[in-house]
């Protein structure tokens, strides 16, 4: 988790399951400055979870970046999120990004579909711990049982294009069809007498 440390960033849910996600056998990164609570949450994890939790409570770009490119999994779990740079340059790195569906990150971040392949990353809808963590559950058993679809989804990202080059295009696309609509088909007219033809077996 790159990002500051405040109850916006869904810090909440993960101040109520830490536990629970520490048992999943994962390593946990934080980097960000504050609130108090998330200062002394995080520092009592790194002495709970001695080797297994880092947190580092400072606006660092250089080790930001280092923990975007050498991690696994980017949680993002905001409470609301207006657009958010953070999953996008985590996708760039071929970090995959487990969100909460609001705001930009709902328009970046599409949850992996078992059904139809589609996807990038991982999602949950309520701003409810218990879903957040399901979610987590989710994405690390595909990580260490399902490593092709992995691959896939970090090759998506690192591939997204979310530039405003790519915005404007979809803007000028809108317009073109707002001023310049498909012509619509005329509709066929029903013949006055129509011709009916009995065939007999």
């Known amino acids: 988790m790159v990002g500051r ?3 916006q960033k869904g810090l909440d849910l993960v101040d109520y399951v830490i536990a629970d996600i520490m048992r999943q056998d994962v390593q946990l990164v934080v980097l960000g400055m504050g609130e108090g609570r998330y ?3 995080f520092s009592w994890a790194e002495g709970e979870y001695k080797g297994r939790v880092a947190a580092r409570f400072t606006m660092d770009h250089a080790l930001a970046h280092q923990i975007y490119a050498g991690t696994d999994i980017f949680l993002m779990p905001s409470q609301f999120e207006p657009c958010g740079l953070s999953q996008m340059i985590a996708m760039r790195y071929g970090t995959v990004p487990i969100v909460r ?3 930009g990150l709902r328009d970046t ?5 078992e059904e139809t392949g589609d996807g990038n990353g991982f999602s949950f809808f309520n701003y409810n711990a ?3 963590l399901h979610t987590i559950e989710r994405a690390v058993d595909f990580y260490k049982n399902r490593p092709e679809i992995w691959h896939r989804l970090q090759m998506r ?3 997204g294009d979310y530039s405003w080059t790519h915005s404007a295009n979809e803007y000028i696309k809108l317009y073109e069809q707002l001023f310049h609509p498909a012509p619509e088909s005329e509709p066929q ?13």
């Open 130 to 132: 218990h879903d957040m």
């Open 189 to 201: 007219q029903e013949e006055e007498n129509p011709v009916v033809v009995d065939i007999e077996a």
């Open 157 to 159: 990202g690192m591939k």
């Open 109 to 113: 971040v599409l949850s992996y579909n």
């Open 39 to 41: 200062f002394n949450l």
């Open 101 to 103: 569906e609001t705001g």
């Open 5 to 7: 440390l405040s109850n």
